[in-house]
């Protein structure tokens, strides 16, 4: 058999090629003629796999190593009998580590406390929960608003929209791009939605660029009525707006999901899925060494030490929080070098999760142990 694969998936070369020929091209490169006599793909949000590039093809499965899928034209695809698969949640816990050095750098720059601030987590899904737990770790209060969800389980334990925005400090959104239907999201984060939320509130979109509406959403910057706001993904990537960017807190290349380990689950979602529906025998197969971080460990009271006996609660934190992932690099990356978007997404260098890090030199310090450990470190 035959797959074409997006070369930047990593730890993906030698793994299939026992049982089959694997062909590696850049993922927005992939063309009809590459993919015509091919069995299978495995891709990411760079190939459009709709008909103009699939329409004659051989292909009867398409695996997407991301949580988002709308780059398939699934209806298409379905109904010309090629199935295909997501990796829902592989990185989620990736993003939980960006919201969280996010939300503490936010914290620090403005000087203000976390604890006295509402969290408001459009997108209940894999992501969206494990903000809330983080935001709720970090003394937040968080409003959850998922409108699917709430139809199914009740509206208990949802907010709706308009409150939500009305209510919550930062708003965060954590959503699939849906561009029409009753639960579309596409410019969602618009006019009336900026109109709504708090004067001075922050805006958070690490899910899809086309959720919110660019000229809308740099009016509300300017104007004042958005204090600040952070973005990791943009309307026309990778083209993006660079009056926007110069105007946001943060401004990340598409890259909060992109942990090693979340690499690794998208990656090992994809080959499973691959050898179930062609009996390949990899149904269990996960890479087998993920690299681990340079210095894995933390010495908490060095950092507390260094961050001077009247630091606030966030400074402290944001310390052990950006030895895990440096928010700064990537955002100051991105505004010296906007042209090299898809360059900062390709060459990406590792990122461990907090779990990959172990606090030591805890003692007296047992309240930031706690809230770190809560967050996913070790111990």
């Known amino acids: 058999m035959k797959i074409i694969a997006d070369d930047k998936i990593p730890f993906l070369p030698g793994v299939l090629e026992p049982t089959a020929e694997v062909r590696y091209l850049p993922g927005k490169q992939i063309t009809p003629d590459d993919v015509k006599d091919a069995d299978a793909l495995i891709i990411r949000t760079r190939t459009k796999c709709n008909a103009e590039l699939l329409k004659g093809s051989s ?7 991301t949580i988002g899928f709308d780059h398939i034209d699934t209806v298409w695809c379905e109904a010309n009998g090629i199935r295909w ?34 969290l408001g ?31 199914e389980e009740g509206t208990g334990e949802f907010t709706e929209l308009g409150e939500l925005l009305a209510t919550a400090s930062i708003v965060t959104t954590h959503v699939p791009l849906n561009m029409d239907g009753e639960d579309k999201t596409f410019h969602l984060a618009g006019k009336e939605f900026f109109d709504k939320m708090q004067s001075g509130a922050i805006f958070i979109n690490s899910s899809r660029g086309e959720v919110h509406d660019t000229p809308a959403l740099k009016d509300a ?57 062609f009996g390949l025998g990899l149904d269990s197969w996960y890479p087998e060494k993920v690299p681990p971080p340079e210095n894995p460990h933390i010495d908490l009271k ?41 360059k900062l997404r390709g060459d990406y260098p ?10 030591e030199n805890i003692a007296g310090l047992t309240n930031f142990a706690c809230i770190l450990s809560s967050l996913g470190f070790q111990i």
């Open 59 to 65: 292909v009867k499965f398409i695996a997407t190593a």
């Open 85 to 118: 698969t997501n990796a829902p949640g592989c990185n989620s816990s990736s993003v939980k580590q960006y919201i969280t050095a996010a939300l503490l750098h936010l914290a620090v720059r403005h000087d203000f406390s976390l604890e006295d601030m509402t």
């Open 121 to 151: 987590v459009i997108g209940a899904g894999n992501v969206g929960n494990k903000v809330a737990s983080a935001a709720k770790a970090l003394g937040m209060k968080v409003l959850l608003n998922d409108p699917p969800r709430a139809r």
């Open 221 to 277: 910057l300017k104007s004042g009525k958005l204090s600040s706001a952070v973005l990791d993904v943009w309307e026309n990537e990778p083209e993006i707006d660079l009056e926007l960017l110069k105007l946001v807190d943060f401004g990340t290349p598409h890259i909060a999901g992109y942990s090693t380990d979340g690499k690794a689950n998208g990656t090992s979602m994809s080959v499973q899925a691959v050898s179930r529906h």
């Open 302 to 342: 060095q950092f507390v030490e260094e961050a001077g006996k009247d630091a606030s609660r966030e400074k402290i934190l944001k310390k052990a929080v950006a030895r895990t992932y440096p928010i700064c690099r990537d955002s100051r990356n991105l505004a010296e070098g906007p042209e090299n978007f898809e």
């Open 350 to 359: 590792l990122r461990r999760e907090f779990q990959a890090y172990r606090l």
